[in-house]
């Protein structure tokens, strides 16, 4: 019991974990990494038709992340993330800044909106614009 105690402070120092989080909260995110751990390493998508837009977090992957990463051989490294094998359309990265962990979080959340904002208004990319003559 005083291990997972500490292990659970081990985790909220690092970020992981919300500040002030009860066992029941901790058990649940526990199952749902679990399941996410086990659908990363077996899970192998085949490319799909279509393009893709990847916001990707220009700061370094977080320490506490890096050997998952590395246990499940993830692409983190590849200016892609890996995306660029998984689509047979064309691949938009957008740089945003921050890491994996606070994309989601003040200030940086904005950073995300205000990009995902400009590919909406732009369309999605390789996306031909209608022509005035045929109407398409």
Do not use: C
């Not at 649940?28 to 399941?35: D, N, V």
């Not at 490319?47 to 977080?62: F, K, W």
């Amino acid at each position: 019991m005083h291990q997972a105690v500490r292990r659970i402070g081990h985790a909220t120092q690092a970020g992981v974990l919300p500040a002030g989080s009860s066992r029941t909260t901790v058990r649940r995110l526990f199952r749902m990494f679990k399941a996410h751990w086990q659908a990363i390493l077996t899970y192998r998508p085949e490319p799909a038709d279509g393009d893709l837009v990847l916001l990707r977090a220009t700061s370094e992957l977080p320490e506490i992340l890096q050997p998952m990463h590395g246990a499940a051989q993830s692409l983190h490294e590849d200016p892609t993330n890996g995306w660029g094998d998984l689509t047979t359309g064309r691949l938009q990265v957008v740089d945003v800044p921050g890491d994996h962990l606070v994309l989601l979080e003040e200030p940086h959340v904005n950073d995300v909106a205000e990009k995902v904002a400009q590919v909406m208004t732009a369309g999605r990319p390789g996306r031909r614009r209608p022509s005035k003559r045929s109407g398409r």
